[in-house]
Every structure is written in C-alpha cells, then in structure tokens.
C-alpha cells in the first residue's frame, strides 16, 4: 500500500529552483510530523526539513535559507520549495511521515542539478 507519493523532480540548472510535492492519507495529515530526506548517490540518508502537525519547522544547515517546508493539511499536501539549488543537491528526494507507533516513506523523486 503507498501512503506517500512525491512528485516535483527534475533537471535543473544551477541557481533554480524546484517545488517538490508530497500526497499522503488524511490520517498522516491529522496528527504525523513529516519530513523531507535526501540520498545522494553513494552516501547516507540525511534529512533536508521537518514540520510538525502545527506548521513548528526546522531545517538542515545546508539548506537553511535556501528552502521552504509547507503542508497543508486540508489537501493532504507536504511542499518543499527550494531554492539557489547548487549541484551539492542533487538527489533522491523522499517524504517520510513519522507517527506514534510507525513510520512511512515515500518512492523518492530524482532531483538533478547541473549545467
């Protein structure tokens, strides 16, 4: 069963910018905290942003200042707007969705940064 559905990747040259959207179920929108994570080829998981249920954000210092976290609960939606992209963020790009008693993860998006 898919809980989370990304969409929003692609290619992009270096200094654009990127909407990534995440879909999810109105039970993970009521009550989860939700984040953005990112896999670069070769290397660890690392997370990009987080939101609470109550809009309370927080950020990884490498994208601080270059990205929004958004959701809206109403339409089910999680947003990552970024920004000045660089090449460093190239990517697969997941929602995650964490709950009292599980957590969820989306397919990945491809994020591509490059001239």
């Known amino acids: 069963q898919v809980h989370l559905v990304e969409s929003g990747g692609g290619l992009v040259q270096p200094g654009g910018s990127l909407r990534l959207s995440c879909a999810g179920s109105p039970r993970i929108f009521r009550t989860y905290e939700m984040h953005w994570y990112r896999q670069a080829p070769g290397k660890q998981r690392k997370l990009v942003a987080g939101i609470t249920s109550g809009g309370v954000t927080k950020y990884a210092d490498t994208v601080k200042g270059r990205c929004t976290i958004e959701r809206d609960n109403a339409r089910t939606m999680m947003y990552l707007q970024m920004n000045n992209l660089e090449s460093e963020d190239t990517a697969v790009y997941y929602c995650?969705?964490?709950?009292?008693?599980?957590?969820?993860w989306g397919q990945g998006t491809q994020v591509t940064v490059s001239s």
């Open positions: 995650h969705a964490r709950g009292d008693i599980e957590e969820l």
